[in-house]
């Protein structure tokens, strides 16, 4: 077990003008569970591969404890890439196939059977030890690949997109049965996903990446609460967030046809437009505010999520809210919403960063 | 959703197939014959003459994915399986929840999976041969670029090639192309290849299907001796004397019997010009293949090629043709050697073996005739006791896709595969 530092960590591919990770600055605490997230290309699955000793770092270090691991070869690092090839061997028992690798490394048998017996009974396979795979159901059959990888006892565990070749059913199941067991383990594991709601399911903290570049890090709750950013923002929380630009009025934002106060120092040389968030959640039916036309209603019985437009200018934005689902507004109608008081996000119409007094 | 199929290589007769079931519940008649690979999803194989095509169940963005990286690979002249094309937009009916799209890819004729090779008693080196040209796939791989990820048998077929094997890639979902290759990532492909041929085998002795002289273990160790070994003859610098100048051609020479010719050779000198260091920087494999095809247009494996055109070098000697034009030689060879024994074959015992395979084979039977005769023996003679008393015995291997192995895809709770 060990914490792993990114430090100043850069890769630039031959050729490329610009860094598939730039100055990569992350510590991750010994056991944490950390998800690396972010759209196709963000370089997040290369930050993974420099730590597993997969791609070549640039610029930087890599350290797995106080250890610095840039130069060494992937299996000198004490890591275990989960799933990333798990053939179940339909002959050998559920202890041989969790085992059989150890028995390469020439570990004496009496230590290889002692992991095994460990791991089992952290995957609750211990009375499935001296069957075969084919009598185990799928969920089971995954507990047994990840038991390949536990007994190693890896200092960090390594995933990548764990999820993506399962079926939908088989991926939830999966994502709490790797989220529960890394808690009991208490390893330090980093896991690569494109799936912002996995990301926040599973993650102790979730580094969000953008073409390269860290946008922002912290517990889910950090991330939901308090974007660092107009990216961050838009891309954490499904629905997603109401990013509008509106122009900045004497004492706060113009919202339609009210003013939502906003202390002075926030938007103080931020210019004349500024991006406002607010989340589906935090917009509520109102007589004054932005003004939009109802287009579809979607109705999930205690709630109904209304997805209507709103005119700014030349343009027509989108505009998402979460309302009481017994009563929606009908489909055409003309609604009014303003932003609950405390949860109005700002941020500069050009940097894209949030702007605070 | 329409049912929608990509692909390069138009085949009608694959929107004949029960798309809107999901593959495991394919009815047996329309299926080759079940398969089984170790398999993570769901794979059947069909018929659809004159090939039988292999499906994978499998989500849209890697399927759509593998497709791509098989399309690039075959372009850069690998040994991969030929991908067909990807079906997507299956559904079981209205209302219901969309299927899985599948992967097709055309089944390598005459090729067999490992499983085949040791399902009934071969030789023991068998083993050993299938692993050495595992370990040449692997080079030939990333000295392309190409990051395997999941280096296994299961993901290999394999091919008779002279009494050897060569090997092609199967699966490629896990794979990634670079320009080139860390040492880590080299590293990390041979490691899981070693890790992963251990089990294999460790699951065909549990299975009682191994010879019992041979060692999982101490063939999994085979793949990376071999690879590094091969490895470094293929790229490694090397230092010598000036005045030692003939050991460039003594490397290029060892190369080309490896069945490597080499593209680029950098030579350069330290300062003061005392020693010389060369180090191949590219190489392509199929040296011999390709001069084979070449001369007699004919489509050979390397080792097969390599005895081909041995058996072509003894002809023009036999002959006294060595001052003639190489190509005439060549074409001389095929219509009064090579030909004859193939057209002996009689047409129901063609899909035994490839015909290259059987020329070689030919070959060693002569040798064997002539031993045991005391006297030379014709190749016409050979052929025709080869016919009567081997050819006849052998099963056909021309799509040999079931063998006794599990199907094992990993699918929701609730489930369990019989």
Same mark, same amino acid.
């Given at each position: 077990?060990?914490?792993?530092?990114?430090?100043?960590?850069?890769?630039i591919?031959?050729?490329?003008?610009?860094?598939?990770?730039?100055?990569?600055?992350?510590?991750?605490?010994?056991?944490?569970?950390l998800?690396?997230?972010?759209?196709?290309?963000?370089?997040?699955?290369?930050?993974l591969?420099?730590?597993?000793?997969?791609?070549?770092? *640039?610029?930087?270090?890599?350290?797995?404890?106080?250890?610095?691991?840039?130069?060494?070869?992937?299996?000198?690092?004490?890591?275990?890439?989960?799933f990333?090839?798990?053939?179940?061997?339909?002959?050998?028992?559920? /202890?041989?196939?969790m085992?059989? /690798?150890?028995?390469?490394?020439?570990?004496?048998? *009496?230590?290889?059977?002692?992991?095994?017996?460990? /791991?089992?009974?952290?995957?609750?396979?211990?009375?499935?030890?001296?069957?075969?795979?084919?009598?185990?159901?799928?969920?089971?059959?995954?507990?047994?690949?990840?038991?390949?990888?536990?007994?190693?006892?890896p200092?960090?565990?390594?995933?990548?997109?764990?999820?993506? *070749?399962?079926?939908?059913? @088989?991926?939830?199941?999966?994502?709490?049965?790797?989220?529960?067991?890394?808690?009991?383990?208490?390893?330090t594991?980093?896991?690569?996903?494109?799936?912002?709601?996995?990301?926040?399911?599973?993650?102790?903290?979730?580094?969000?990446?953008?073409?390269g570049?860290?946008?922002?890090?912290?517990?889910?709750?950090?991330?939901?609460?308090?974007?660092? *950013?107009?990216?961050?923002?838009?891309f954490?929380?499904?629905?997603?967030?109401?990013?509008?630009s509106?122009?900045?009025?004497?004492?706060?934002?113009?919202?339609?046809?009210?003013?939502?106060?906003v202390?002075?120092?926030?938007?103080?040389?931020?210019g004349?437009?500024?991006?406002?968030?607010?989340?589906?959640?935090?917009l509520?039916?109102?007589?004054?505010?932005?003004?939009?036309?109802?287009?579809?209603?979607?109705?999930?019985?205690a709630?109904?999520?209304?997805?209507?437009?709103?005119?700014?200018?030349?343009?027509?934005l989108?505009?998402?809210?979460?309302?009481?689902?017994?009563?929606?507004?009908?489909?055409?109608?003309t609604?009014?919403?303003?932003?609950?008081?405390?949860?109005?996000? @700002?941020?500069?119409?050009?940097?894209?960063?949030?702007?605070?007094? | 959703?329409?049912?929608?199929?990509?692909?390069?290589?138009?085949?009608?007769?694959l929107?004949?197939?029960?798309?809107?079931?999901?593959?495991a519940?394919?009815?047996a008649?329309r299926?080759?014959?079940?398969?089984?690979?170790?398999? +993570?999803?769901?794979?059947?194989?069909?018929?659809?003459?004159?090939?039988?095509?292999?499906?994978?169940?499998?989500e849209?963005?890697?399927?759509?994915?593998?497709?791509?990286?098989?399309?690039?690979?075959?372009?850069?002249?690998?040994?991969?399986?030929?991908?067909?094309?990807?079906?997507?937009?299956?559904?079981a009916g209205?209302?219901?929840?969309?299927?899985?799209?599948v992967?097709?890819?055309?089944?390598?004729?005459?090729?067999?999976?490992?499983r085949?090779?040791?399902?009934?008693?071969?030789?023991?080196?068998?083993?050993?041969?299938?692993?050495?040209a595992?370990?040449?796939?692997?080079?030939?791989?990333?000295?392309?670029?190409?990051?395997?990820?999941?280096?296994?048998?299961?993901? $290999?077929?394999?091919?008779?090639?002279?009494?050897?094997?060569?090997?092609?890639?199967?699966?490629?979902?896990?794979?990634?192309?670079?320009?080139?290759?860390?040492?880590?990532?080299?590293?990390?492909d041979?490691?899981?290849?070693? $890790?992963?041929?251990?089990?294999?085998?460790?699951?065909?002795?549990?299975?009682?299907?191994l010879?019992?002289?041979?060692?999982?273990?101490?063939?999994?160790?085979?793949?990376?001796?071999?690879y590094?070994?091969?490895?470094?003859?293929?790229?490694?610098?090397?230092?010598?004397?000036?005045?030692?100048?003939?050991?460039?051609?003594?490397?290029? +020479?060892?190369?080309?019997?490896?069945?490597?010719?080499?593209?680029?050779?950098t030579?350069? $000198?330290?300062?003061?010009?005392?020693?010389?260091?060369?180090?191949?920087k590219?190489?392509?494999?199929?040296?011999?293949?390709?001069?084979?095809?070449?001369l007699?247009?004919?489509?050979?494996?390397e080792n097969?090629?390599?005895?081909?055109?041995?058996?072509?070098?003894?002809?023009?000697a036999?002959?006294?043709?060595?001052?003639?034009?190489?190509?005439i030689?060549?074409?001389?060879?095929?219509?009064?050697?090579?030909?004859?024994?193939?057209?002996?074959?009689?047409?129901?015992?063609?899909?035994?073996?490839?015909?290259?395979?059987?020329?070689?084979?030919?070959?060693?039977?002569?040798?064997?005739?002539?031993?045991?005769?005391?006297?030379?023996?014709?190749?016409?003679?050979?052929?025709a006791?080869?016919?009567?008393?081997?050819l006849?015995?052998?099963?056909?291997?021309?799509s040999?896709?079931g063998?006794?192995?599990?199907?094992?895809?990993?699918i929701?709770?609730?489930?369990?595969?019989?």
């Open positions: 077990m060990a914490n792993v530092t990114y430090d100043k960590a850069s890769r591919y031959p050729g490329a003008t610009k860094p598939a990770v730039d100055t990569l600055d992350l510590a991750i605490a010994d056991g944490e569970f998800v690396l997230v972010g759209p196709s290309g963000c370089g997040k699955s290369t930050a591969r420099m730590l597993a000793g997969l791609e070549d770092v *640039n610029t930087g270090r890599i350290l797995i404890g106080d250890r610095d691991v840039t130069q060494v070869p992937p299996k000198d690092r004490d890591i275990a890439m989960v990333q090839s798990y053939a179940l061997y339909p002959h050998m028992t559920v /202890a041989e196939n085992g059989f /690798a150890l028995k390469i490394a020439g570990m004496p048998k *009496n230590e290889i059977r002692e992991r095994v017996m460990d /791991a089992a009974k952290i995957l609750d396979l211990t009375q499935y030890l001296e069957r075969k795979p084919k009598a185990l159901s799928g969920g089971q059959r995954q507990r047994v690949a990840m038991g390949r990888a536990i007994v190693r006892k200092q960090v565990f390594l995933m990548d997109e764990p999820l993506s *070749n399962l079926d939908a059913k @088989l991926r939830v199941q999966t994502r709490t049965q790797i989220a529960s067991l890394q808690r009991r383990l208490g390893v594991t980093v896991y690569v996903t494109h799936d912002q709601i996995e990301a926040m399911t599973m993650g102790d903290r979730v580094a969000v990446l953008r073409d570049v860290l946008q922002q890090v912290g517990t889910p709750r950090e991330l939901y609460d308090r974007p660092d *950013n107009v990216f961050v923002a838009g954490i929380g499904s629905p997603a967030m109401n990013l509008l509106l122009p900045v009025a004497d004492g706060g934002v113009k919202f339609g046809d009210m003013v939502q106060p202390d002075r120092g926030t938007v103080a040389g931020a004349e437009k500024v991006v406002v968030g607010v989340r589906p959640e935090d509520e039916l109102s007589e004054h505010g932005i003004v939009t036309t109802v287009e579809v209603v979607e109705e999930l019985g709630d109904a999520y209304v997805y209507s437009s709103m005119k700014s200018g030349d343009e027509e989108q505009v998402i809210a979460r309302v009481d689902g017994r009563k929606p507004p009908e489909k055409g109608a609604v009014h919403f303003r932003p609950k008081e405390g949860h109005v996000h @700002l941020f500069h119409v050009d940097s894209g960063e949030r702007l605070e007094a | 959703m329409p049912l929608q199929i990509t692909t390069a290589a138009p085949e009608p007769a929107l004949d197939l029960p798309w809107s079931q999901p593959l519940e394919w009815p008649d299926l080759a014959a079940l398969p089984r690979g170790l398999s +993570r999803h769901v794979v059947r194989f069909v018929r659809m003459s004159p090939h039988v095509l292999a499906l994978k169940e499998i849209e963005s890697l399927a759509r994915r593998e497709y791509r990286l098989l399309r690039l690979l075959r372009r850069l002249g690998l040994p991969v399986v030929e991908p067909v094309g990807v079906v997507t937009g299956r559904t209205l209302g219901q929840p969309p299927l899985d799209p992967l097709v890819t055309r089944h390598l004729q005459f090729s067999l999976p490992y085949a090779l040791f399902s009934r008693s071969l030789r023991t080196d068998t083993a050993t041969r299938l692993v050495d595992l370990a040449v796939l692997l080079v030939r791989l990333h000295l392309a670029g190409f990051f395997w990820g999941d280096v296994s048998l299961s993901n $290999t077929l394999f091919r008779r090639d002279a009494g050897a094997f060569s090997a092609y890639l199967v699966d490629a979902e896990t794979g990634d192309l670079h320009d080139t290759l860390s040492d880590g990532q080299r590293d990390h041979l490691d899981v290849a070693q $890790t992963n041929i251990a089990g294999e085998l460790m699951d065909l002795a549990a299975g009682g299907l010879d019992e002289t041979l060692d999982p273990i101490d063939l999994s160790e085979v793949i990376v001796s071999r590094r070994s091969l490895w470094a003859e293929l790229t490694g610098p090397e230092s010598f004397e000036p005045g030692e100048r003939w050991r460039v051609a003594a490397r290029i +020479r060892r190369l080309n019997d490896l069945g490597f010719d080499v593209g680029e050779l030579i350069s $000198t330290d300062i003061e010009g005392t020693t010389i260091q060369i180090e191949p590219v190489v392509d494999a199929a040296h011999h293949s390709r001069r084979l095809l070449r007699t247009g004919l489509d050979a494996g097969q090629a390599r005895r081909l055109l041995n058996d072509l070098d003894e002809y023009r036999e002959r006294g043709l060595q001052g003639e034009d190489e190509a030689v060549a074409h001389a060879w095929v219509s009064g050697c090579f030909e004859p024994v193939i057209r002996a074959v009689p047409r129901e015992l063609r899909a035994k073996l490839e015909p290259a395979e059987i020329y070689h084979e030919v070959l060693e039977h002569r040798w064997y005739l002539s031993e045991q005769r005391g006297r030379d023996v014709g190749l016409g003679e050979a052929v006791d080869y016919v009567r008393g081997v006849v015995h052998k099963p056909d291997e021309a040999v896709v063998v006794d192995t599990e199907e094992m895809p990993v929701a709770e609730g489930i369990v595969e019989g």
